[in-house]
């Protein structure tokens, strides 16, 4: 079985060098394109306090979470992820990596013979440290092959990610 955890952001986005309004966040379609092509569960990462609406004032915030190692508090977590052998870990890069909400998750959770894989929406980084960041966080699993979609494409990109997860969750 296989779960994907992800955290999207929906409002003011980085779209094709430009700030858009954006209804569904971009790792959001793209976790539900894994979720239909691989019959995988979700989990939504979401913070009690929320990112300033402004992008610029969320990408402000995301730096000094990220340069503090902040652990920012969730609304829910998971505690126990035994029934899974697959994990897609997703996110929108946000200086080089995750949200710092994705490791306050992460970070709980016994991955001890579990298989981890990179997935990162982004405008240009690619999978930036997304693997590296799986293999810090994710103690005893294995990391598997990543899958990185530029953000403002995500929408048009369900063939690629499909044929991403059923090769890689089976």
């Known amino acids: 079985m296989s779960l994907i955890i992800y955290y999207s952001r929906t409002g003011e986005n980085y779209w094709n060098g430009s700030v858009k309004n ?39 915030d995301a730096k000094a979470e990220l340069q503090s190692d902040a652990r920012p508090e969730l609304k829910e977590y998971l ?13 929108p890069c946000w200086w080089g990596t995750y949200p710092m909400a994705v490791f306050s998750l992460l970070d709980r959770l016994d991955f001890t013979g579990k298989k981890v894989f990179p997935v990162m929406t ?27 979609v530029h953000g403002a494409d995500a929408a048009k990109s369900e063939s690629t990610v499909a044929a991403w997860a059923k090769k890689e969750l089976g």
Do not use: P, R, W
């Open 79 to 91: 505690d126990d992820i035994s029934q899974y052998d697959n994990i897609v870990v997703a996110g």
């Open 22 to 60: 954006i209804s569904k966040g971009n790792t959001e379609i793209v976790a539900e394109f894994i979720q239909k092509a691989a019959g995988a569960d979700l989990f939504q990462v979401e913070t009690v306090k929320t990112y300033a609406a402004d992008y610029y004032e969320c990408i402000d």
């Open 122 to 148: 982004h405008e240009g980084s690619g999978q930036a440290g997304s693997a590296a960041a799986l293999k810090k966080h994710c103690k005893g699993a294995a990391v598997g092959k990543g899958l990185a």
